[in-house]
């Protein structure tokens, strides 16, 4: 049973960043839902088409993945975006979310939980596993108990491409050995860029690049 849509007009839905194959999915569940109407699309087509109401982006490479939603949240704060991806761990969907992501689909979801998600991010809410959630809240409460966010400062070179692969939700050892530096390194850098933002944990340095430092880049 199909999720009623309380809207005047059919909800534009873009598809970014899918296969084929997967489109074509796509437009067979959509095509017994009078009520929305869905469209491949291009990241520069998404952050220029105001007729779109919702991207619905997979999830391949996070870092890709996540600075793309973090720019269709700068360039269209009011454009409802939803990730879908292979059996994500929760950080990885806690930074999607952090990101800008109002909800978050397994491949294998069914046509009806499809439906369902996009109806209930359309209505206003977040459509995510209650765990992931309920770990993302409590994040945020201690993120802001004593946040003052600073804006006016330039990152290096360095710092720029931890904060990018930080927003991917990779580990320390990760990301030093992406980078080819010490893990202990990669702590400072992070610490630093913590009281350079004035921010007190991962998450929240996540949440400030992602949607203000990250989502700038227009390139």
Request: hydrophobic share 45%.
């Given at each position: 049973?199909?999720?009623?849509?309380?809207?005047?007009?059919?909800?534009?839905?873009?598809?970014?960043?899918?296969?084929?194959?997967r489109?074509?999915?796509?437009?067979?569940?959509?095509?017994?839902?009078?009520?929305?109407?869905?469209?491949?699309?291009?990241?520069?087509?998404?952050?220029?088409?105001?007729?779109?109401?919702?991207?619905?982006?997979?999830?391949?490479?996070?870092?890709?993945?996540?600075?793309?939603?973090a720019?269709?949240?700068?360039?269209r704060?009011?454009l409802?975006?939803?990730?879908?991806g292979?059996?994500?761990?929760?950080?990885?969907?806690?930074?999607?979310?952090?990101?800008?992501?109002?909800?978050?689909?397994?491949?294998t979801?069914?046509?009806?939980?499809?439906?369902?998600?996009?109806?209930?991010?359309?209505?206003?809410?977040?459509?995510?596993?209650?765990?992931?959630?309920?770990?993302?809240?409590?994040?945020?409460?201690?993120?802001?108990?004593?946040?003052?966010?600073?804006?006016?400062?330039?990152f290096?070179?360095?710092?720029?491409?931890?904060?990018?692969?930080?927003?991917?939700a990779?580990?320390?050892?990760?990301?030093a050995?992406?980078?080819?530096?010490?893990?202990?390194?990669?702590?400072?850098?992070?610490?630093?860029?913590?009281?350079?933002?004035?921010?007190?944990?991962?998450?929240?340095?996540?949440?400030?690049?992602a949607?203000?430092?990250?989502?700038?880049?227009?390139?």
């Amino acid at each position: 049973m199909n999720p009623v849509f309380q809207r005047d007009v059919p909800l534009r839905i873009g598809l970014l960043d899918f296969e084929p194959i997967r489109v074509a999915g796509f437009e067979t569940v959509f095509s017994e839902v009078p009520s929305v109407d869905a469209v491949t699309t291009t990241l520069s087509e998404a952050m220029a088409d105001t007729t779109l109401d919702m991207v619905l982006v997979s999830l391949q490479n996070p870092l890709d993945s996540f600075e793309t939603l973090a720019k269709l949240k700068t360039q269209r704060p009011s454009l409802k975006l939803i990730v879908m991806g292979s059996h994500a761990n929760e950080e990885t969907i806690i930074s999607a979310i952090a990101a800008g992501a109002k909800g978050y689909l397994e491949e294998t979801a069914s046509p009806e939980l499809v439906t369902q998600c996009i109806a209930v991010v359309d209505s206003g809410s977040i459509w995510a596993p209650r765990k992931v959630l309920s770990k993302f809240v409590d994040r945020m409460l201690h993120a802001t108990e004593r946040r003052v966010l600073r804006h006016n400062f330039n990152f290096t070179g360095r710092e720029q491409e931890v904060l990018r692969l930080l927003v991917a939700a990779r580990s320390n050892r990760e990301i030093a050995e992406s980078l080819g530096i010490e893990e202990r390194t990669v702590k400072a850098y992070i610490a630093r860029l913590m009281r350079k933002v004035g921010v007190q944990n991962r998450i929240a340095l996540s949440i400030h690049a992602a949607s203000r430092v990250l989502g700038t880049d227009k390139s």
